[in-house]
């Protein structure tokens, strides 16, 4: 298992499968084990995935101090990954909270991401809210089905700020293209993986400067994608079209009737919007 030392002595692992130039791969959760990246739908095929383990997952150290797993703290890590790959510019992915990390990374080192995909993102980083009906709206294209009813009324707790533990467990389907025994069983890993403790960090207050992300975002005039799934609750395409556009010339991709793990839902579909884009 490869491994490299933070800027604070923590040691770090690191997974690369396939071919081809390096895409370095941020996991979200938060903070879960980058396992569930997988191949990213067959995109090894066209890239070598670096997958990070962040500090406290997978194959990581737990470091000594529990306010560095916030997410600005763990920048360092990213930056100490690209220093120990020897790489001057790094092409890099990150997938819901994990695009958080990719967008504190960018702001702090804009000269050395040659190329950012950013898959149904997480959009705290950069300020952006999603409102109650986009969610809504993106969950009632699955209107029929037969968990249907109880999982919309539980989401409708949820967005109106009445949320419960047994609820938000009740949300999970409108994460997921198809609802099905694999959707379900990754839906239970997740909890598994996750680093509970450290999420709780992650996002903490004074994690981020949306106003600095932003200007830094206005400023990058390198190849940008964003990533949607169009059944995605957690992050419509209203809001990663709103992720989009606060770049010059950011591409936008929609998976139709994919959710918030869109290799998941078509394979084929993803590998070559993300691997056509690197090209």
Known sequence: MPSFRAPDGTPLAYHASGSGAPLLCLPGGPLQDSAYLGDLGGLAAHRTLIRLDLRGTGASAVPEDPASYRCDRLVGDVEALRAHLGLDTVDLLGHSAGANLAALYLTRHPERVARLVLVTPGAAAAGIDTAPEERLAAARLRAGLPWFAEAYAALE??????????????VAPFFHGTWDAAARER???????RNGAGAAVYGGEGAYDPAATRAAFAEFGRPVLVVAGEGDANTPPPTAEAYAKLFPSAGFAVLAEGGHFPWHDDAEWFAATVAGFLR
């Not at 707790?157 to 009740?170: I, L, P």
């Open 157 to 170: 707790d949820v967005t109106a700020g009445r949320g419960t533990a047994e609820s938000f467990g009740k």
């Open 187 to 193: 839906h239970a890993a997740s909890d598994r993986e």
